[in-house]
């Protein structure tokens, strides 16, 4: 059973740091493409996913992220312990969010891909920035 746990959120002044972590099981993570992704509070449209905001690759390890988290975000994974983990760095009151982690259902054996095509979804763990 694939399961996705995310931790490290909290309430945390602008400008400040935080790591979140997301402990996965059930699949041989190595070779899976792993995500951040974000859903900010208030109302969203119907079936909407929560906004991509950065990606490891599996194999190559090759990163990608969002132009509204580049150069203040960074996404890396240990295999060896199957966590992803996400550093923010310079928050802003926009960053405040319920962050998730996900992955694919099909492996990346040769590093075609960075970003997964998210199927399974961690629970969130949520990210507040105060002013």
């Known amino acids: 059973q694939v399961q996705l746990v995310e931790s490290g959120g909290g309430v945390v002044q602008a400008g400040g740091s935080l790591r979140l972590s997301c402990a996965t099981s059930?699949?041989?993570?190595?070779?899976?493409?792993m995500g951040w992704f974000r859903q900010a509070p208030g109302p969203q449209a119907p079936g909407k996913e929560p906004d991509r905001i950065a990606c490891v690759g599996a194999e190559t390890e090759k990163t990608w992220y969002a132009d509204s988290v580049k150069g203040r975000f960074t996404i890396s994974r240990d295999d060896a312990k199957n966590i992803v983990y996400l550093e923010i760095n310079n928050l802003k009151p926009e960053d405040s969010a319920v962050y998730y982690c996900a992955t694919d259902s099909v492996e990346d054996y040769v590093g075609e891909y960075i970003c997964p095509s998210p199927v399974f979804w961690g629970r969130g763990t949520q990210v507040t920035v105060s002013t």
């Open positions: 059930g699949f041989a993570m190595e070779f899976y493409n």
